[in-house]
């Protein structure tokens, strides 16, 4: 089992990206990471931190529910495709291990759907 994420257009041929939940887990974690805060210390993650306490465009994607939970807007993934463009291009100067490797191409990906998102203003759709 595992999560997908495509837009929310009805066009069953569109791109969609797809994950383990163990490895969106370890792909969000590390993105909050590179925000500079820790997942497991965020309230719905095992801690008790409140999300008005970080400051990241990242936050409708990093404080969504693997299961259930509303599509994220347009707005949205516009604002998280800046962000995540710029963390990427981070992780890609870092070079690294095989991981972070992995969550480089993940996040183009993503990268890529949030822009088709935004180009046919679209919701982004979590299943």
């Known amino acids: ?3 997908v994420l495509f837009p ?10 797809s994950w383990s939940y ?6 969000r974690r590390r993105l909050a990471d590179a925000e500079g805060f ?3 210390e965020m309230q719905g993650f095992g801690g008790e931190r409140s999300w008005s306490e970080v400051s990241t465009a990242l936050e409708p994607l990093l404080d969504h529910p693997d299961v259930g939970g509303d599509d994220l807007s347009v707005d ?4 998280i495709l800046v962000r995540l463009e710029v963390v990427t291009k981070r992780w890609a100067r ?4 095989q991981l972070l490797q992995q969550h480089i191409e993940d996040a183009c990906q993503l990268a890529g759907i949030l822009r088709l998102c935004v180009e046919k203003d679209v919701p ?3 299943l």
């Open 8 to 17: 929310g257009d009805g066009d069953n041929s569109s791109p969609d990206v």
């Open 124 to 126: 982004l759709a979590f």
């Open 76 to 79: 949205d993934c516009a604002s």
């Open 22 to 27: 163990s490895g969106f887990d370890a792909f």
């Open 1 to 3: 089992m595992g999560l």
């Open 94 to 97: 870092e070079g690294g291990d």
């Open 38 to 40: 820790s997942l497991p």
